[in-house]
């Protein structure tokens, strides 16, 4: 191919009076000889930014068309630049990122070089919605009392995002109260089309976004194609650097069939989550198709797009159709964009023909009549329990956490005082209504209102040791929760507005009462949390809580006055009327006609518009926080949030021999990002405590480990201190320790790390399956690369963090097959040699030696889990970000 027949692609369309040209899917057809009225849509999506790469000249014509006949044949493998049309960063993660472009913007100062290189080319917002936690909750204050401890204790951290949007251009910063980052990219970010104007010519593109929240995919429901990847990964495309990928496979799950009355939204997330995992569609593309897809919303089908990195995989996508332009009339979008896209994906034949199943790599069938309701738990979100048989289900996880409690004492302590309503096993601490998953669809927010009125109607209250809190995706929630009436019923519960961001979903839940806590802690209580979040890992929602329920915002209402999950509650009273009658969750639940009454009435375009219009000027705190318009960050050394990252000081190149490493964890399946680096409280015997002890910072002050991802030395610390981390070097612990060898010492992780470093002994450590699943938390890779860790090898990795590890410079290395640590018998206290890595290649089979001191050893192999020549290229640099130093340091000036 030739400049002249990339030409010959494109074409126009005329509308309102304006021709636009855009890169034409037909003409693409025409001119290759293919048949696309099958092919899967995100590969028809990943085909047209193949054009726009080749005109861009980051794609070679041979590469050009040997990836267009790969997507069109659905072969895997081959390597695809995709640059995304925007990114988006949420402030736990988008503060780190922000203070690396000020770092890297000193070191190419420090250089010699203009910083002014260090230069965001792709449009990219930054919401803040992670920062406010559940201080206050259950009374009409606590939004106002949560809102000002937010700022008050992040400043630092909100100054130096108002000194990247008033510096970096394409930066855009959304303050906090505006809502949580996915629920505002649906409801107002994305334009689902970009319109581009060159000279007199307009051109046409659909919309793409990277993420660096894993639930990025929630875009997916409005046929944009998205997904999570890291901070790090997110840097670089910020600065044009496109991400790299392999072709996927695509899966097609066909939806057939209704709901059954009762069932709502949150029962068939979780259903499809159970379903998929256990398919293994890690790292493949999903598409959504069929009769079923049709019976769903819009922002039902956003709620099963954003659980997709709860299944694994990269995106879960649903096309543009006649419900994606019903939705955008909804919240307010301008009627002549709204009839461009229409116009647009019906061109590119990109509008949805549901009942058609495209060529799918495989096909996975779900009935929505099956769908039963139901909730997820206790650790995570995949392991689904049918609504009757949660009771059963908890006894059993019980006996699991307290193996020595005999059967009589299980049934003792099970009995709850329904008088007293004591603490017990099984008692709810938390309850909240929370999370973009569940608060963007209005379906189930006013089947939660309707529980609530219908309960407080029949006289039902809360316990008062359950701490309950509403949390919503946007304020667009509130207007039609109060517009419906509803609001009033939710506070008399005590589910009052603690603030609009994740809050108790991404472990934000704040403090539980003293004298529960100690209760807790005296009678050694397994106690629960009822959410509608999307993720429920151990120690993630709260540090004594040890069972936590995924369930919809109408279950949440009605565990949180039950106050246990110890009932059955599809056949146990929730509670006694005014009138001494006993009321069932059938006597309270809403019908499926009343439910859609409400949200058909109560749900206006104005809403939209007016939460999203002049949003700053709704927000004087944001607004008298003053920030500087140098072009380098004026560092405050004396900062206990922000310091100066030191990855550009320490940079080394990769690929080197790793000879002599010592086991730093031996871990078992399913360490989620959580695990490795926590993102709730932080606590004084905590290293990272500690440390801000000796700064001169108060307990009180502590605040979250996510606000302190600005600092390094905190989150170093609290790399692998997860409460619940289970460490095989030193079984019966729980917690961030270690064994020193050949001391063997017992030592918190940080301290065995230091003390390795200054020993000169490298690092690994040793996992199970599905090493690094759940948030798409950089500082996992970040934490790990500080403490010396230069290899992970697990059985597993998932998607995100495996990505992340390479783009710091450490090496993911996979067993082979049906292999593990504990198959090979490896103790952890051995020497570790790897062999093959100064001339390290994509996928390459690795020997390691693990060598105990008695000069005996065990050697196996191991596959480098890099998957493509650009991974390969940023790790031999030594990661990403120094990758990127390199490259913006070699161009010359114009």
């Given at each position: ?13 005329m ?112 919401i ?135 069932v ?6 979780l ?32 709620t099963l797009?954003n ?35 229409e ?21 996975i ?66 309850a ?97 949390s ?28 009605a ?15 929730l ?15 809403p ?34 926080i ?6 380098l ?7 206990t ?53 000796q ?27 997860n ?15 270690t ?7 017992i ?30 938390r ?25 990505s ?6 450490v090496?993911?290395l ?50 480098a ?22 490259s ?7």
């Amino acid at each position: 191919m030739n400049s002249r027949t990339l030409t010959e692609l494109s074409d126009t369309l005329m509308h309102e009076g304006t021709n636009y040209k855009y890169w034409s899917l037909r003409k693409l057809e025409e001119r290759f000889g293919l048949n696309m009225s099958r092919t899967p849509y995100t590969a028809k999506l990943l085909m047209e930014a193949m054009m726009r790469a080749f005109e861009a000249g980051t794609l070679q014509a041979d590469h050009f068309e040997q990836i267009i006949r790969h997507l069109y044949e659905g072969k895997k493998g081959v390597l695809v630049p995709y640059l995304p049309a925007r990114v988006i960063l949420q402030d736990f993660t988008g503060v780190p990122v922000i203070a690396d472009l000020a770092a890297m913007r000193d070191a190419v100062h420090l250089a010699g070089e203009d910083p002014r290189r260090v230069t965001p080319v792709v449009p990219t917002d930054v919401i803040v919605d992670h920062s406010i936690r559940v201080e206050a909750s259950g009374c009409a204050e606590a939004l106002t009392i949560n809102t000002n401890l937010e700022y008050r204790e992040n400043k630092e951290r909100f100054t130096l995002l108002k000194w990247g949007e008033r510096v970096l251009p394409n930066l855009r910063v959304f303050p906090p109260g505006i809502g949580i980052i996915h629920q505002l990219n649906l409801e107002y970010l994305s334009p689902v089309i970009h319109i581009k104007q060159q000279g007199n010519a307009y051109f046409l593109h659909p919309d793409s976004v990277c993420g660096t929240d894993s639930h990025t995919t929630m875009i997916n429901g409005l046929g944009v194609l998205g997904w999570g990847g890291g901070g790090i990964e997110a840097e670089s495309v910020m600065l044009g650097h496109p991400l790299f990928i392999l072709s996927p496979a695509i899966t097609g799950v066909h939806l057939h069939g209704r709901l059954k009355p009762g069932v709502t939204t949150t029962d068939l997330v979780l259903t499809l989550t159970e379903r998929l995992r256990a398919e293994n569609v890690v790292d493949e593309f999903v598409e959504f198709f069929g009769e079923g897809v049709s019976s769903l919303s819009l922002t039902e089908r956003s709620t099963l797009a954003n659980m997709s990195p709860e299944y694994g995989s990269t995106c879960a996508y649903f096309p543009v159709d006649d419900e994606t332009i019903k939705y955008l009339r909804v919240t307010g979008r301008k009627e002549s964009h709204i009839g461009l896209i229409e116009k647009y994906y019906k061109n590119q034949g990109l509008y949805g023909e549901m009942n058609q199943a495209p060529n799918y790599h495989r096909i996975i069938t779900i009935d929505l009549a099956s769908v039963v309701p139901c909730l997820a738990g206790p650790f995570k979100p995949e392991n689904r329990i049918p609504l009757h048989d949660l009771k059963l289900s908890f006894h059993q996880t019980l006996q699991q956490l307290l193996p020595d409690m005999t059967s009589a004492e299980n049934e003792s302590t099970l009995a709850i005082e329904k008088k007293k309503r004591s603490l017990a096993h099984g008692s709810i601490l938390l309850a909240a209504i929370t999370s973009c998953t569940n608060t963007s669809n209005p379906s189930v927010m006013v089947a939660a209102g309707l529980v609530a009125k219908n309960a407080v109607d029949k006289g039902l209250s809360v316990p008062y040791y359950v701490k309950s809190s509403l949390s919503p995706g946007s304020k667009v929630v509130t207007a039609y929760l109060e517009q419906a009436g509803l609001m009033e019923f939710l506070e008399r519960l005590g589910f009052h507005v603690v603030g609009y961001g994740c809050m108790t979903c991404s472990g934000s839940s704040g403090p539980i009462e003293n004298d529960i806590a100690s209760q807790i802690i005296e009678k050694n209580l397994v106690t629960a949390s009822i959410l509608s979040g999307n993720r429920n890992f151990e120690g993630r929602i709260h540090p004594l809580i040890r069972a936590n329920y995924l369930a919809s915002p109408p279950l949440v209402i009605a565990y949180a006055i039950a106050g246990t999950v110890n009932i059955d509650i599809t056949r146990e009273p929730l509670g006694v009327d005014k009138n001494g009658h006993l009321v069932f969750l059938e006597d309270i639940w809403p019908t499926d006609k009343e439910i859609e009454d409400i949200v058909d009435s109560a749900i206006q375009p104005d809403m939209f518009l007016k939460n999203y219009h002049s949003f700053t000027l709704q927000n004087p705190n944001w607004e008298s926080i003053e920030a500087c318009a140098e072009e380098l960050y004026p560092w405050d050394e004396e900062s206990t949030y922000l310091k100066r990252a030191p990855y550009f000081e320490r940079q080394h190149e990769g690929g080197l021999p790793l000879y002599g490493a010592r086991v730093l964890a031996m871990l078992g399946d399913s360490i989620t990002t959580d695990h490795i680096s926590p993102g709730g409280v932080i606590h004084t015997d905590n290293p990272a405590g500690r440390y801000l002890l000796q700064k001169g910072v108060l307990p009180s002050d502590f605040n979250v480990f996510g606000s302190r991802r600005g600092n390094h030395e905190v989150m170093v610390r609290g790399t692998f201190s997860n409460n619940r981390l289970k460490n095989e070097l030193i079984p019966g612990y729980e917690g961030g320790f270690t064994k020193h060898h050949p001391s063997e010492e017992i030592l918190s992780i940080y301290e065995a790390a230091m003390r390795y470093h200054t020993e000169g002994t490298p690092l690994i450590v040793l996992a199970g399956k599905n090493y690094g699943c759940g948030s798409s938390r950089d500082w996992a890779a970040k934490g790990s690369k500080l403490l010396g860790v230069q290899a992970v090898i697990a059985q597993s990795f998932e998607r995100i963090h495996r990505s992340n590890l390479i783009y710091m410079g450490v090496l993911p290395l996979t067993f082979i097959e049906n292999e593990s640590w504990l198959s090979h018998g490896l103790k952890g206290n051995e020497l570790y040699y790897v062999t093959g890595l100064e001339q390290l290649e994509v996928g390459k089979e690795l020997i390691v030696k693990a060598e105990q001191e008695d000069g005996t050893y065990t050697m196996f192999s191991v596959r480098a889990n890099i998957e493509t020549s650009a991974e390969l290229e940023y790790y031999l640099s030594g990661g990403i970000l120094a990758y990127v130093m390199k490259s913006l340091l070699s161009k010359k000036d114009d």
